[in-house]
């Protein structure tokens, strides 16, 4: 047996050299950041330790000879999966907590991309029950990663119970999500909204204004200092007026400390712009302005149409130091909820929202762990 290390500046880059030298036949017997003192011309490095019974002969021919024959009219194999290891690391104890985001990133990013490769190398004995629900989950959209995980509960839940797959599916994730987290109207609230472009904060807001205005009886306030995009402020004057609520616009952070003192209200909403998450000068600015706004509410708004590698690394980037809340968006928009599903056990972070429309205010619900799983089985948000 051949068993070597393999390095490179990012997770594909260490796989592609195993990949070529020893085939694709190869196992993968460990993985993650290389750490060796010498590692320093690149930011960062990736490691797998790779094992096989025999070197590859060549590019191309190993490829040919590495990939399984199919018979014209024959399916394809099908990987069975069974119970996994007790020494399988659980996908949530992967992301400890660190002084460095970008090592929380790393860590993410090494699960999400390395968790399920490593698991399709380990040869499980027969269990029907746990492919079967691991299976159903993948075809939704959720990572391998936590479909292996997921299919261990779920399939000791139907066994125990009698259960569909898809009950068992359910009560496996109401089990793990977290208990929504919207608006505190109890008490005056100054909610802060953050993301990328285009992730739908504004059109969020005007639905939150229009419900604590027009149905909570709440006075609102909002703010803009979205002074970068072509009519941002026009459109949130224009939902403004309709709702019939103030707003004021920030030309720069320093603004809002003025525009609180001079205007109370039981509800103050702050637009910001939307910028890429490699945005170094807009992600201290959104630090800024949280700071000078005292908002004590951060949401986080994220378009479920991403996939989950993207949501969880915007979510990194844009939530550090904030420990804000998630709103999912474009929830209408999605083939599979999968990735939302993923995203949400990954982070581990609440969930205030989800839209899915664009109509003010309606569509717009409390993310209640009923409502997300609801959407696994074909339902709709209404549920």
Request: aromatic share 6%; hydrophobic share 40%.
């Amino acid at each position: 047996m051949i068993v070597k290390r393999f390095v490179g500046k990012t997770a594909e880059e260490a796989l592609a050299r195993a990949k070529w030298e020893l085939g694709d036949d190869a196992i993968i017997l460990s993985s993650g950041k290389a750490r060796d003192s010498w590692w320093k011309f690149w930011e960062s490095g990736f490691q797998v330790l790779v094992a096989t019974d025999y070197s590859r002969k060549n590019g191309a021919t190993a490829a040919r000879e590495a990939a399984p024959t199919v018979m014209e009219g024959q399916a394809p194999p099908v990987v069975q999966i069974g119970r996994i290891p007790e020494s399988m690391p659980d996908p949530v104890a992967t992301i400890t907590t660190s002084s460095s985001t970008q090592d929380r990133l790393d860590q993410m990013m090494e699960m999400l991309e390395g968790f399920g490769q490593r698991l399709e190398r380990i040869a499980f004995r027969d269990d029907d029950n746990r492919t079967d629900i691991y299976q159903w989950l993948v075809k939704r959209g959720v990572s391998e990663g936590w479909a292996l995980k997921l299919a261990e509960s779920a399939a000791q839940y139907r066994e125990t119970r009698h259960a569909t797959i898809g009950e068992a599916v359910r009560e496996t994730f109401l089990e793990r999500l977290l208990p929504p987290a919207p608006i505190a109207l109890a008490e005056p609230a100054t909610v802060l909204f953050i993301g990328p472009t285009g992730s739908g904060k504004t059109t969020t807001i005007a639905k939150l204004a229009a419900y604590c205005h027009l149905e909570r009886q709440k006075s609102v306030l909002l703010i803009s200092t979205d002074t970068f995009r072509v009519a941002a402020v026009e459109q949130l004057r224009t939902y403004a007026e309709i709702i019939g609520v103030p707003l004021q616009i920030a030309l720069r952070p320093q603004d809002i400390p003025h525009i609180l003192k001079d205007r109370q209200a039981d509800v103050v909403l702050i637009d910001t712009a939307g910028h890429s998450l490699n945005h170094t000068l807009y992600m201290s600015e959104i630090r800024t302005i949280a700071e000078l706004s005292h908002a004590n509410d951060i949401e986080l708004v994220l378009p479920a149409t991403m996939d989950a590698e993207l949501m969880c690394e915007t979510a990194l980037k844009f939530g550090q130091g904030l420990n804000p809340k998630v709103c999912m968006t474009k929830i209408d928009e999605i083939r599979n909820p999968g990735p939302m599903l993923t995203t949400a056990l990954t982070l581990g972070w609440p969930l205030s929202y989800v839209t899915d429309g664009q109509n003010v205010p309606e569509d717009i619900q409390v993310a209640f762990p009923e409502t997300l799983v609801n959407l696994l089985e074909g339902g709709d948000v209404d549920g």
